[in-house]
């Protein structure tokens, strides 16, 4: 069975531009998870879907910041205009029922 | 919100060694999981523990939800345990993938 999958795993851009992070749950799971670990801090919830809905998104830093789950399968998360300080690893997850969270391998992401 | 505290920071073993990673939480939890983040920047699912004791080859954990601390064990230690190990906690009664992480073990076993 296929894990989490996310891409790119590596994008460097540079501050003002657009990227977008796409994340393929495990099969069947009903809920994704994003989250972010930037530079010198600890790993910190972004939001949460549960299908296509957004269950949670408390942790989402502002609103430069645009997550989508269209169909309740894959996932996006862009980032419009990316700043500095956006520079980190994104991480996705995705549960089914409370067994815990399967997490993706990141996509890190350099803003210059 | 919860507040989730580890230790040891660093951790350097000798191959074969056993070693104790501890995990503080401040409030009542019914989530808790361990991960190993690999050199390569995976998250590896170790255990969902919110309490009790699970097994799983040379790693086991145990979580004493009543005195809010979980314990990861590794023995006979091997070079490719080498990475950082994070405890992750969900607030009794938040929502269950809001994991709060810890700030990681930093384990390196020497050959």
């Known amino acids: 069975e296929a894990g989490v999958t996310q891409f790119p795993s590596h994008s460097v851009i540079e501050k003002g531009q657009t990227v977008t992070l796409r994340c393929d749950p495990i099969?069947?799971?009903?809920?994704l998870y994003w989250y972010r670990r930037v530079m010198g801090k600890e790993i910190k919830f972004l939001l949460h879907f549960v299908k296509e809905s957004k269950q949670d998104e408390s942790g989402m830093p502002n609103n430069r910041f645009l997550a989508e789950r269209t169909g309740g399968t894959y996932s996006t998360l862009k980032v419009q205009p990316a700043e500095l300080e956006d520079s980190g690893v994104y991480f996705c997850?995705?549960?089914?029922?409370?067994?815990?969270?399967?997490f993706g391998e990141g996509s890190r992401l350099t803003v210059l | 919100g919860i507040q989730v505290e580890q230790s040891p920071p660093d951790l350097i073993l000798q191959e074969g060694a056993n070693s104790t990673l501890r995990c503080n939480f401040s409030?009542?939890?019914?989530?808790l999981q361990w991960f190993h983040q690999n050199p390569w920047g995976q998250l590896i699912n170790l255990f969902y523990i919110p309490s009790g004791t699970k097994q799983n080859g040379r790693l086991s954990a145990t979580t004493v939800a009543t005195e809010r601390y979980s314990l990861l064990y590794i023995s006979s230690s091997q070079t490719t345990d080498s990475g950082v190990y994070f405890c992750?906690?969900?607030?009794?009664?938040?929502?269950?993938?809001?994991?709060?992480f810890g700030k990681g073990t930093k384990l390196s076993v020497k050959p």
């Open positions: 992750a906690a969900v607030n009794y009664g938040g929502s269950q993938g809001n994991l709060i």
């Open positions: 409030d009542s939890v019914n989530n």
């Open positions: 099969s069947g799971h009903d809920n």
């Open positions: 997850a995705s549960s089914q029922d409370s067994i815990g969270l399967f």
